[in-house]
């Protein structure tokens, strides 16, 4: 190893997904001196593989109740368009927006049909029940019997998203070999905390000791090992894993909707994407079927989805398609239930915080909380020094999985 270094900031975040970069740029706009390292890619965790939906609550309430995290998530959208119209609280211009709204749809079957007339009549504020004209194109069949609703929910396009976040950053993000990375909690009384960091990539090898007022991990499931490093439990952290599907070809009608069955979770949630290369479109299927198929195989996945697919959009073209799943886990702060927050979490160990938004959309409420905690710490370095860091590689951003080398899997005709 060559060189060591010793630099000051403000704060010092561990993880470049959407929570880190979030709060990077509040305290950007702060005149906050801010470093953000990354062990892998921007975004890499579960960020880029997340559908993209800013939720403002309506898939939590389809249980006919206004719950906790039905009205925690509501403020969420407002301040996702704010950002993305560059008026907000940070400047997202550039970032695509892949459909302004969702749609909630119901097949025919009597019990789906009732979750869809209690969603709209809780949600009566946030639901739009659409006449067959203004049906998506791909429910606008003669076959579908089902209803259609519209909710003002965006979806966004979750690479330019990062790249975005990633660009605008006055002090580019830091890659760093996460292994290596050390965090040192302050003596008694201590004013910082240490992050001993070395670079990886290109330019691999520098060392530095990095000191600051405040450390903030939002390194997602990285989480776990950095609350050991504190010496927090473990148990602070929960993992609750997913099953997504791929599936990609000459699809004819985009879509982003969430398909109910009969329980108060959505049976499928589609998200469409890469829509300008008409051979390779994709959809990305979630809800539901990602969370019963967890105990399956690829293959049996795989499978389970296309029966899915079949049965609620049966006039679907589904042949010549070409398919894949993966696992993936949620990470969370933990909760005893083992279910999800009803918000974002937050732990603070002295002057370490770990931090985890719990959805996407979540990213800007967490970083308030974060924010509100650094304040009350008076989390200044009164001699911020930078310049050791000048010149240190940079990581890459991520790619959406549909993008990643992939075995796609094709049935025989
Ligand atoms: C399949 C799936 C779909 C989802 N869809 C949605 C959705 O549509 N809408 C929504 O609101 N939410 C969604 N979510 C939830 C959402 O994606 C997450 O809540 C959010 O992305 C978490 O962001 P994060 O920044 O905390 O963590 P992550 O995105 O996991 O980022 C953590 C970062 O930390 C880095 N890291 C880890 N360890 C270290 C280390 N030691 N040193 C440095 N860096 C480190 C990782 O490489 C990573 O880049 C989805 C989640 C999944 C899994």
Redesign the pocket.
Known sequence: MSDSAAARADVVI?????????LAHRLQRLHRSVVL???????????????????GGTKYALTNALTGASEI?RP?PARWKAALSGRGEIDLGGAVILSPRQHLFSTAALTSRMSHFFAGRVMLSRVRTLPRAQHPSLLAHDAFRGSVSEIDEI?LDVPSLTTVLADNLRRPVLH?R??S?RLEAPREGGEHASVI?QSAGEGGGRRVCLEAAAVV???????A??LAQAGVEASAAQKRP?H?VLVRGALEHPIWAHCLGAGSRPRL?I?SHDWADPARRVWYL?GEI?ETGVGRTRLEQIAAARDELADVLPWARLDGLEWDAFP?????GAEKSGHRPDGPTLLRHGRILF?????????PL?ADMIITHLEAMGAHAPEADLAALDGWPRPPC?LPPWKEDRQWHTFDR
């Open positions: 561990i993880g470049a997904g959407v929570a880190g970069l979030w390292l990354e062990a892998h890619a921007v975004g890499s965790g579960q960020t880029a593989v997340s559908q993209g939906i800013i939720h998530i969420m979806v760093v996460g292994e990375l960091a991990c939002a390194a997602g499931s990285g989480n090992a950095l997913l997504m949630t998200t979630g990602a993936i886990d949620r990470a969370e931090a985890w938004p719990t959805k996407l959309a979540l990213a967490l991520a």
